[in-house]
């Protein structure tokens, strides 16, 4: 059973950057779908973006994106694959939530769950506030 924890939040300006590190505790991370959701407060839980199982790329596998975040957001792996990240650029107050990462075990890269509901492995997550 694979265990997460999200780093990186924090409290930024409008227009600032900030990283989000998703790190688990298995060497096989790799072969794991991982997405991310956030949580504003009285919202429910909504995708962020995703990163397939690996598929041995430099990229780390494909990607998809919510579309309030696409262009702005990108995820990837870390070279030692135990690590997926969340690069924030251009925040916005309409950012600020709970950021939680997700992981589902699957057996080829074409599985890409955009639903909260397809992943069973979740960390505690960590809180982004932009202000303006």
């Known amino acids: 059973q694979v265990r997460l924890v999200e780093s990186g939040g924090g409290l930024v300006q409008v227009g600032d950057s900030l990283r989000l590190t998703c790190t688990a505790s298995?060497?096989?991370?790799?072969?794991?779908?991982v997405g991310w959701f956030r949580q504003a407060p009285g919202k429910e839980r909504e995708f962020v973006g995703l990163?397939?199982?690996?598929?041995?790329?430099?990229?780390?596998?494909?990607?998809y994106y919510g579309d309030s975040v696409k262009g702005r957001f990108t995820i990837s792996r870390g070279s030692a694959e135990k690590t997926v990240t969340l690069q924030m650029d251009g925040l916005k107050p309409d950012d600020t939530a709970v950021y939680y990462c997700?992981?589902?075990?699957?057996?080829?890269?074409?599985?890409?769950?955009?639903?909260?509901?397809?992943?069973?492995?979740w960390g505690q997550g960590t809180q982004v506030t932009v202000s303006s």
């Open positions: 298995e060497d096989t991370f790799r072969q794991y779908v």
């Open positions: 990163i397939s199982r690996s598929d041995g790329s430099r990229s780390g596998g494909t990607r």
């Open positions: 997700a992981a589902k075990r699957v057996p080829d890269r074409t599985i890409v769950p955009m639903k909260r509901e397809a992943y069973n492995y």
